[in-house]
């Protein structure tokens, strides 16, 4: 998530941490990117990608193309947007984006303390315009990033102070799924019914504060394998327990870099994350435990694709996480709208890359000003290329999918 917009001006977007200023006014992360040393051999405590595989139970599975009937092309590359909406004061792009676009999903971005009214009143401005004549009468995704510590968009009166996940990990097991359980609630009540996390990025190097994204932070649930895979499960039981969708990030990990994509141009993981890795594994667990939704990263991986940032690389979308891993439900991107990671192309064509990659949903969270273009782009790709049509039609059947879950 675009921490840099939570910490320091004041939205939040995506996964990885967005810089300007640090919790404690710091300066930014580094724009030098580099790889950190090689970790030691991949715990044999979680298990590996086709291991996982053969044990997933796929949550959720693909809707039928018949609930895609009736939709024209826009409405159903309007499922595969998800536009930031500022906590305390939405931006005319991001109404105009559901209004006129048919977006159908919402980041709750920033840092707003006004308390759990407030948030549900700025939520139901966008959720009321959803109806029968608009998307079929399906419900929205609102999502926000309610992982504790640095990273808590919402605050004030109905909101725990949630404990950055290097501290939820101390507490045992069924704790942390209880508070997960009672933090989920608080969000259900607010309105939100998706919280884009835990954070499952493995930081097994040897100095984790090193790797900016997460280790600085505190956001990852330890340093090893098992530890990561239990905790972070628990985040995620808890939240799913009160009806609230948990999304793992930032696939295939993020805690091997020393840069922030958010911030930083040619982030690499050049020397450690490979397919069968620890890092995977973790993933893989959630995977086999019945993750619905998984963030996937915008580094670039060397060791599996040195071709293409995660999010627009089928190696790892397609082949490796749903073809290898046996992940059927939704892939999201990480913030493609500001990050300096992907700013080297086009707002337009960075969600046709997504898409055509094998995500679900583009998340344009720190700028929405960009959403109206990357839908536009998709319907033109997809009015010109009948295999990417394809495409749309699978990942908004997959979105509906997800969205049957809601609790009403």
Known sequence: MLLATLLGAGSLAGCSLLPGSSPAGGSSPSATPTAAAPTPPPSTAAPSPTAAASETTPSPTTASAGALE??????????LMMVGVDAASPAQASTEAVASHHVGNIFIAGRATAG?????????????????????????????????????????????????????????RDQLAASARTWGKELADAGVNMNLAPVADL??????????????????????????????????????????????KHFPGLGRVTANTDTSADVVDRTTTRSSDAAVGVFASAIAAGAQVIMVSSATYALIDASAPAVFSSTIVTDMLRTEMGFSGVVITDDVSAAVQVQGVAAGERAVRA??????????????????????????????????????????????????????
């Open 355 to 408: 898409v055509r990659a094998g995500c679900d949903i583009v998340l344009a969270s720190a700028d929405p000003t960009v959403a109206a273009d990357m839908v536009k782009a998709l319907v033109a790709a997809a009015q010109s290329d009948p295999a990417f049509a394809a495409r749309v039609d699978e990942s908004a059947a997959r979105v509906l999918a997800l969205k049957g879950g809601l609790r009403s």
């Open 116 to 172: 759990s009214q407030a948030t549900q009143k700025v939520i139901s401005t966008f959720t009321s315009k959803v109806g029968p004549d608009t998307t079929h009468g399906t419900a929205m995704l609102v999502a926000t990033d309610q992982e504790g510590g640095e990273v808590q968009v919402l605050s004030g009166s109905g909101f725990s102070d949630i404990p950055s996940a290097m501290d939820q990990s101390t507490q045992p």
């Open 70 to 79: 009736g939709w024209s092309l826009e409405e159903k590359v309007g499922q």
């Open 203 to 248: 930081v097994d190097i040897a100095r984790p504060t090193t790797n900016e994204p997460i280790g600085r932070w505190g956001r990852e649930y330890g340093h090893d394998a098992a530890t990561v895979s239990s905790q972070a499960g628990a985040f995620a039981e808890g939240m799913q327990a009160s009806g609230v969708i948990p999304t793992y």
